[in-house]
């Protein structure tokens, strides 16, 4: 079963516009966090911003912010003010069980963004 | 401080080779975990090594191997490389203690030819 879903493969948004990339998640561990990474041409994996399931406020990073719905097992991510150098692929991860457990990470399939001038 | 280095960045083998991958994690970062990136099969978890211990394994075969020393670099070793095994290999480092983030060098490319 697919544990971290991202239903949107392409997105275009106008520059300066946000923009919201879905990601839907699915585990029965209590404990778990939630991951979106940046992944330009170059291949590196950019780290952007992290939600544990037990914090209990949306974490915020810069123009980047987790809209964590719990319930729904929902982390979108929303870029503010997007750039052109937000253009990239974007990937939703999830880490099972609490981080002493292990550093494993799920990924999602990925939603590559591009940013319109 | 410096981030996860990778190395080498790009190499090209021929089947039937085998090949090493070298990871420098973040200073202080004990974890080291490897990723396996394609286009048909995105990004899989190959394993996770915890001070010099393998903590975690992915579902590839045996040929697919790690290790981590005491200053807690890692290598990745790939023998009987076949076709299939071009891809990027990701690593990534991170620790309890140094919070919950899990940070990823550039990646190593390998084209198996």
Redesign the interface.
């Known amino acids: 079963a697919q544990k971290i879903t991202q239903t949107q493969p392409g997105m275009f948004v106008q520059e300066k516009e946000a923009v919201t990339l879905d990601c839907t998640y699915d585990t029965s561990d209590p404990s778990y966090?939630l991951?979106w990474?940046k992944q330009p041409s170059?291949?590196?994996?950019?780290?952007l911003i992290?939600q544990?399931s037990y914090d209990q406020q949306n974490a915020t990073e810069g123009r980047y912010s987790l809209n964590f719905q719990k319930a729904r097992k929902s982390a979108n991510l929303v870029i503010s003010a997007s750039q052109l150098g937000d253009s990239a692929m974007y990937?939703c991860?999830m880490?099972e069980g609490p981080?002493?457990q292990?550093?494993?990470?799920?990924?999602g399939?990925?939603t590559e963004l591009s940013v319109k001038p | 401080k410096a981030g996860v280095t990778q190395t080498p960045r790009y190499l090209i083998k021929t089947r039937g080779q085998q090949v090493t991958l070298s990871c420098s994690p973040i200073s202080g970062h004990r974890?080291v975990?490897w990723?396996q990136q394609t286009p048909g099969q995105?990004?899989q978890?190959l394993f996770?090594y915890?001070s010099e211990t393998q903590?975690?394994k992915?579902n590839f075969p045996g040929r697919f191997s790690g290790r981590q020393f005491s200053n807690s670099r890692s290598e990745m070793n790939v023998s009987t490389l076949e076709l299939g095994d071009s891809a990027?290999y990701?690593c990534?480092s991170?620790d309890?203690a140094a919070g919950?983030?899990?940070?990823?060098?550039?990646?190593s490319?390998l084209t198996v030819v």
Do not use: D
């Not at chain 1, 292990?102 to 990924?107: E, H």
């Not at chain 2, 919950?100 to 990646?107: K, L, M, S, V």
């Open positions: 966090g991951f990474y170059s291949g590196e994996m950019i780290f992290y544990g990937f991860a880490r981080y002493n292990g550093g494993k990470l799920i990924f399939q990925g | 974890s975990s990723y995105g990004l978890f996770e915890f903590r975690n992915g990027l990701l990534a991170g309890r919950n983030t899990i940070y990823f060098g550039e990646g490319w």
